[in-house]
């Protein structure tokens, strides 16, 4: 089932001295239950095209399609509260909030009540593996890995059936990288999520289904 389709989507940055064509004509299909890696330089696009899957920027040529509506004549807020999740490379925690406040923030932003969202997001802590121990702590007194994982609990959190994530293992070591692999690649196949990953690891690019690659603002399916 599709998911997500963009149909010759370009997007360019004017600056005060030159227009980047950071994204050109770029189509594909990204369909739920997969996992898909871009892959690509530093520079090619990635970024921008995902912050575009993410509605966070307008294309400026094209279309994406969430499940067959246009983004366009969508409420580009509500599906990047209710249908998209962005993960990032440096976690993007709330400092001043401990593991379980951060997962039960978009809960109760969503109008979930406090006790039903504690529960929720205990649940879902537990989910990517993480224990009671972690409750309490805030970002700065865990692991690099541990805030991933948090950081992937509050984007299922989220809701939502897409989750993008911009080089989610970039500052994790080899053992966590592959924990936050394995838990990305299970949110696909096991919960039906629409998974996209950015990353420039070739042990990343190998756990997913599919992989494209960008180059100069274009992508290629890879395999
Ligand atoms: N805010 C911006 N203003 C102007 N140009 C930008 C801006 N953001 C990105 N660019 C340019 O757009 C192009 C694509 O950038 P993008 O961040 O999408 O690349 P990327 O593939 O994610 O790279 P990386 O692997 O280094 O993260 C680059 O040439 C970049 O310099
Ligand atoms: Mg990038």
């Not at 919960?191 to 756990?207: C, L, M």
């Amino acid at each position: 089932m599709e998911t997500l389709r963009a149909e010759k989507v370009s997007y360019s940055y004017q600056t005060k001295y030159q227009k980047v064509d950071a994204v050109r004509e770029v189509s594909c299909i990204f369909e739920h239950k997969k996992m898909y890696a871009i892959i690509g330089e530093s520079g090619s696009g990635k970024s921008t095209f995902l912050s575009l899957l993410a509605g966070l920027d307008v294309p400026d040529a094209g279309t994406i399609y969430v499940q067959g509506q246009s983004l366009k004549e969508m409420d580009r807020d509500a599906y990047r509260l209710n249908q998209a999740s962005v993960v990032y490379q440096s976690f993007h925690l709330f400092p001043l909030l401990n593991a379980l406040e951060n997962v039960m923030l978009p809960l109760e932003f969503k109008g979930m009540k406090k006790k039903d969202a504690k529960r929720a997001a205990q649940e879902l802590l537990h989910k990517v593996g993480l224990t009671e121990k972690i409750y309490r702590q805030f970002p700065k007194m865990m692991s690099g890995g541990e805030q991933q994982r948090v950081a992937i609990a509050r984007a299922v959190a989220a809701g939502g059936e897409v989750i993008l994530a911009d080089e989610p293992t970039g500052n994790l070591d080899s053992e966590n990288e592959e924990k936050i692999v394995e838990l990305l690649k299970n949110l696909a196949h096991e919960d039906g999520y629409t998974v996209i990953v950015i990353t420039h690891n070739p042990s990343v690019a190998e756990a997913a289904d599919h992989v494209f690659r960008m180059k100069d603002g274009a992508m290629e399916a890879v395999r």
